[in-house]
């Protein structure tokens, strides 16, 4: 039987990227650019701006002790843990407390996802009372949920063979939750939407062939996140664009879920001539931002790791702090490990919207994300 560790690293490192001691730190490595597209050909530039900034370890707030190989968010001051250890060998999930480091086991909860034929990351509702995750082997996948303390649990029946690509994300009421379909594997043909009182039953929004959001589909370096409003954006993530000349990135934002919104545009964004890539990116269902780790070099050649917030469409950039660290290849050997090693990763939006965590050398990061 596979144990929680097991499942989320396959999980982690066959859907997004490398899942390296405990932690996610880089997602779908080495992109490939998509092939341009008349949704891509004319979007509004926005340039990365920034002057100096701090240190990101000066600013921020360590957890130290942070033992575990997963966690996800439950509130602004608690997040959910998932471990292997001797009591739990198959592997345990855990509420821990941010400030006291108190943990409190979830013994239903771990039942529930260890029963289960494989797993995903389990993804939390914005309320911190549910988790999602889908579960299956080769054509044959199941979504399923459960409140936190495990007092309830749903599993969606198996999808058919063709959804193997599967997105699934809570919507801010944090009681709907919704499917993107990709039958074929390279486009996005409908967004199921469901809920948790019968899951079984769902709406169908269609997504059109020119929408913002196929911008992610079947490209490595490439996904899609919730944001504010149930606001759909498919970001850039990965190493993109390593090596490229002046890279720039495309974000495609949808509106799909939110008819009051109505929005469906792109934006591309272009880094600044010291950038090397975008190595990391986060939404968050709570924030109207992106967050981004950007690695760049300066005038005598040194190399950092800068932590960004933006608008949802690359505007108002912020630089919130960096650090130095070695530079990258573009394969995979000890360069590219040395620096996995040595800079800030796995970024999240607390619940709140205004404070990031991350980490950095093997411990866990808070920091507050002001607007200016």
């Not at 405990?22 to 650019?33: P, S, T, V």
């Not at 690509?165 to 801010?172: E, Q």
């Not at 993109?240 to 495309?250: A, E, F, T």
Request: charged share 20%.
């Amino acid at each position: 039987m596979s144990t929680v560790l097991s499942r989320l690293a396959v999980a982690i490192v066959g859907a997004i990227g490398i899942f390296v001691g405990g932690r996610l730190l880089i997602q779908r490595a080495f992109a490939i650019e998509p092939a341009k597209s008349a949704l891509q050909a004319e979007p509004p530039m926005r340039v990365v701006q920034g002057g100096p900034a701090p240190r990101l370890s000066d600013i921020s707030t360590r957890h130290p002790r942070f033992d575990g190989d997963f966690y996800g968010w439950i509130t602004a001051d608690a997040f959910l843990l998932a471990r292997t250890d001797r009591e739990h060998p198959r592997g345990g999930l855990y509420r821990r407390e941010l400030a006291s480091g108190r943990e409190s086991p979830l013994p239903k909860l771990t039942d529930l996802y260890n029963q289960a034929d494989g797993g995903s990351v389990l993804q939390i509702s914005p309320d911190g009372q549910w988790v999602l995750w889908w579960t299956g082997k080769v054509h044959e996948v199941a979504i399923h949920g459960a409140k936190l303390d495990g007092s309830a649990h749903f599993q969606v029946p198996k999808a058919k063979a063709e959804r193997d690509n599967l997105d699934v994300f809570w919507l801010t009421d944090s009681r709907r939750f919704v499917e993107l379909a990709m039958p074929h594997g390279n486009k996005y043909t409908a967004a199921l939407v469901r809920n948790t009182e019968k899951p079984e039953l769902s709406e169908s929004l269609r997504i059109t062939a020119d929408s913002p959001l196929q911008a992610a589909c079947a490209v490595a370096g490439r996904d899609v996140v919730l944001a504010a409003d149930d606001q759909l954006i498919a970001l850039p993530c990965g190493l993109n664009s390593y090596g490229s000349v002046d890279p720039s990135l495309v974000i495609g934002i949808s509106g799909v879920l939110n008819p009051k919104i109505a929005v469906d545009r792109t934006s591309s964004i272009k880094l600044p001539s010291k950038s090397m890539m975008s190595c990391g990116v986060a939404g968050g269902a709570s924030s109207d931002r992106i967050a981004w780790l950007i690695a760049s070099t300066s005038e005598n050649n040194e190399t950092s790791v800068g932590l960004w917030v933006s608008g949802l469409d690359g505007a108002n950039w912020q630089k919130i702090g960096f650090e130095r660290t070695s530079k990258p290849d573009t394969g995979f050997g000890e360069h590219l490990a040395k620096f996995m090693r040595e800079s800030p990763g796995s970024i999240q939006w607390l619940p709140d919207g205004k404070s990031l965590s991350f980490f950095y050398k093997g411990e866990l990061f808070t920091v507050p994300a002001p607007r200016e």
